[in-house]
């Protein structure tokens, strides 16, 4: 049985089917995260972002076209597994004074999951000499990293959210 060699085209279409998932995926957790925030900056962020999700899956749908393919879904286990922890810690931080800094913890490991693939396949896409799939895919990388730093601001400012020191 001879199989066929993958090349780096073949890595992009799967990558974004992954990403595709994910940002699916992401839209409905952030949702859900800005009805569970407490924090009114939180929650506003959370929303912003959802809005800004959106327009990513907008986007890959393009870059799905671009390509000459179908927009798919390929499951992501890491989503998958990150959003499943965002589940546990609300059951269990939901009503105390630490569900807003849970909701960031899991928000950024979201965010730097989707830097980190956003980054690869912009690489890619410049690799495959896809200049305006590099664009759209670039503009959505700088998207995320924004929404890392404003949760990490978030976090750093809302006396809410840092540890109550003993007296």
């Not at 995260?33 to 990513?56: I, V, Y």
């Amino acid at each position: 049985m001879v199989t066929q060699e993958k090349t780096l085209s073949d890595a992009f279409y799967e990558t974004l089917k992954d990403v595709y998932f994910a940002e699916k995926q992401i839209l409905k957790a952030l949702k859900k995260s800005a009805r569970a925030a407490q924090a009114p900056e939180l929650k506003k962020a959370f929303e912003t972002h959802a809005t800004e999700t959106a327009t990513h899956v907008e986007r890959l749908h393009e870059v799905f076209g671009m390509i000459g393919k179908t927009a798919r879904s390929k499951t992501c286990e890491a989503t998958q597994g990150i959003l499943a922890e965002m589940e546990e810690d609300l059951e269990e931080f939901g009503e105390t004074e630490a569900a807003d800094a849970v909701l960031i913890a899991c928000a950024q490991a979201i965010e730097h999951y989707e830097i980190a693939r956003y980054g690869t396949l912009k690489a890619w896409a410049a690799n495959l000499e896809l200049a305006e799939a590099e664009k759209l895919l670039g503009e959505t990388l700088e998207e995320e990293k924004r929404t890392d730093a404003l949760l990490s601001d978030i976090a750093e400012r809302d006396s809410n959210l840092k540890p109550h020191q003993a007296a």
